[in-house]
């Protein structure tokens, strides 16, 4: 309850007026919903590796497991977005996506509409799909990259007009802290 009381307040009303119709529309989590499909580990992710891509770079590419709303647009555009970039994805809609986000150890105020698992690693948001590249390269010690609330431009939530807002996409580390990964929109 705490987290999906957390995610209301990050995003903002200028955030709200960019949103896809599908996402204003979308029903909240219910609080205490349970998952209509079973919890997955890094482990479970990491099993797909070998069945993943390989990128442009020779990088195998393991499979993202998307965890998101069933009735969420713009998390289906970010899932196409890492096709396009080579990424297999495998998609669960879920009925309370807060519950992954604590299981992963998403910090509180860093979440989005989407978190994905990949490579031991979670993604939380509109991450580009460089930015998990270069992470799965780097292989830092960290839970994930995290891009809170939800920007204008960002994978998935592409403007009309090519406007992209800037945003930070942030490394989380195993204590919880953030620190810049990389900046976009700039």
Known sequence: MKMQHLLAATLSLAVLAVLPACAKDAPPPAANAESSAPASSAADVNA????GATSDTG???PTVLVHKSPSCGCCGNWVTHMQEAGFQVEVRNVDNVN?????VGVPLGKGSCHTAEVGGYFVEGHVPAADV????????EAKG??????????PGMEMPDG????????????????????????
């Open 99 to 103: 519950e992954v986000k604590e299981r």
């Open 133 to 140: 590249k270069r992470l799965l390269t780097d292989s830092p």
């Open 59 to 61: 990088l195998v590419l």
């Open 145 to 154: 990259l995290v891009v809170p609330g939800m920007p204008a431009g960002s």
């Open 163 to 186: 406007r992209v807002q800037p945003y930070t996409v942030e490394l989380v580390a195993h204590d919880g802290s953030t620190r810049e990964f990389s900046r976009h929109g700039e």
């Open 48 to 51: 797909g590796a070998d069945a």
